[in-house]
Structures are given as structure tokens and as C-alpha cells.
């Protein structure tokens, strides 16, 4: 299984900054990916992050919001940008395994609170 | 397009009895399912998977579940609940046919074992 650390764990921000979650892989993966988990909610896919290339966002995320580097095949960052309290989530990165059949791995979460 | 359901927000049982953890699916191709379990402040766990084989999967934590393609399923079980099964759990699914690599999760489902 992968090791992914994620930091912050947690963050208290005021609105209108920003904040950038790391994301540090201990194996080298081609896609890496962001979800949301708003509070009492179900995990969604904020955009997933090619090494080389930009991110594909889906739908309802757009990339001034959200801006996110894959800079090498190890490593991730989403910044969530001009914050408001309805950013206030559960943000986690996730990997795969190295074969597509396996299952995903998920570091532990940044939990932002947006006061 | 895919999509997991998870019909019940909370399951409650007794410490010994058996737990079942609803979770429907719709997906194109070949279903690929996952269980995932959520402790507070905790990121997200593996617990099983289907792939490909036997209907019946067991994973960690004395937890099986079984696909069944007719009724297009994929419930969680567990012979005897423990206390410290009380957790949120995902339900989720991947198109086995696309590389994207995408996971859709259904809502949660708080589970809660009393003593």
C-alpha cells in the first residue's frame, strides 16, 4: 500500500485568503486526485492532476478557485483560493495502487475551517 | 453515467448481531466496488473490493461483501458487530473499462454499534 502524507491537517482561515494543502506520495503515480467532503456529505472530485499537463477539473470546479500543481510524479497541491465559510470541508488526496484494478488510497485529509 | 446509493443515512445494531450496509450502483462498463470506512478526523480506509471472481469478497476487519450483477449490489456485511465498527462508511465505484481512474461515492452511512 502507498503512503500519502497530506499537511495541514488542519487549518482556521479567515475569508478571502487562501490555503495550500500538500500532498507527498512515497511512489511515483501518474494521476493523482482531490476530493471535497463537505460536512455531512459524500466525497467529491474537485480535479485530477497529471504530472506534465494541467488539471481536469469536473464539473462545478473551476481553477482560479482551485488551483492545483503536480509538479514531479510524487507530489500535489491544491490551493483553495479567496475562501469563504462554505469552503469550510474536508479536502483528501487520492492515489491509486499501480495497477487501475487496485484500490484507492487516501491520505489522511485537511480539514479547513473558513471563519 | 455512474452513480453508487446508499438508501440508508444510519444503521443502528447490538454489539453481536449481525450488520448489514446497503449500496446499489449504475456504471457503463464493468463495475469495479469498493468499501471505504471513515473514522473521526480519520481519512478514508479500505476495507474490500470486487473486481473480478468470487461474488463473495472478504476484507479487513471481518468484513465480506457480495456482488450481485442481476440486482446490481453490493452490500456490506459482518457476522458480528463489535462497538468499535462504528464508523461512517463509503460505498464507491469505478468504470474497470476507463482509465480515467475516477471513483464515484455514494453518501455514507453512519453505522453505530451499541455495547
Known amino acids: 500500500s502507498a503512503v500519502i502524507s497530506q499537511k495541514p491537517s488542519r487549518d482556521i482561515c479567515q475569508r478571502g485568503t487562501s490555503l495550500t494543502i500538500q500532498c507527498q506520495v512515497d511512489?511515483?503515480?501518474?494521476?493523482m486526485f482531490w476530493y471535497r467532503q463537505q460536512p455531512g456529505q459524500s466525497l467529491t472530485l474537485i480535479a485530477t492532476a497529471n504530472q506534465g499537463s494541467e488539471a481536469t477539473y469536473e464539473s462545478g470546479f473551476v481553477i482560479d478557485k482551485f488551483p492545483i500543481s503536480r509538479p514531479n510524479l510524487t507530489f500535489s497541491t491544491l490551493t483553495v483560493s479567496n475562501m469563504s465559510p462554505e469552503d469550510s470541508s474536508i479536502y483528501l488526496c487520492?492515489?491509486?495502487?499501480?495497477?487501475?484494478?487496485?484500490?484507492?488510497?487516501f491520505g489522511q485529509g485537511t480539514r479547513l475551517t473558513v471563519v | 453515467a455512474q452513480s453508487v446509493a446508499q438508501p440508508e443515512d444510519q444503521v443502528n445494531v447490538a454489539e453481536g448481531n449481525p450488520l448489514t450496509v446497503k449500496c446499489t450502483y449504475s456504471?457503463?462498463?464493468?463495475?469495479?466496488l469498493f468499501w471505504y470506512v471513515q473514522y473521526p478526523n480519520r481519512g478514508l480506509q479500505f476495507l474490500l473490493k470486487?473486481?473480478?471472481?468470487?461474488?463473495l469478497v472478504k476484507g479487513s476487519y471481518g468484513f465480506e461483501a457480495e456482488f450481485n450483477k442481476s440486482q446490481t449490489s453490493f452490500h456490506l456485511k459482518k457476522p458480528s458487530a463489535l462497538v468499535s465498527d462504528s464508523a461512517l462508511y463509503f460505498c464507491?465505484?469505478?468504470?474497470?473499462?476507463?482509465?480515467?481512474?475516477?471513483?464515484?461515492f455514494g453518501r455514507g452511512t453512519q453505522l453505530t454499534v451499541w455495547p
Open positions: 456504471v457503463s462498463g464493468n463495475p469495479y
Open positions: 511512489s511515483q503515480v501518474t494521476m
Open positions: 487520492s492515489i491509486f495502487g499501480q495497477y487501475m484494478n487496485t484500490e484507492a488510497f
Open positions: 464507491a465505484v469505478r468504470d474497470g473499462g476507463s482509465t480515467l481512474g475516477r471513483l464515484y
Open positions: 470486487y473486481i473480478t471472481g468470487d461474488n
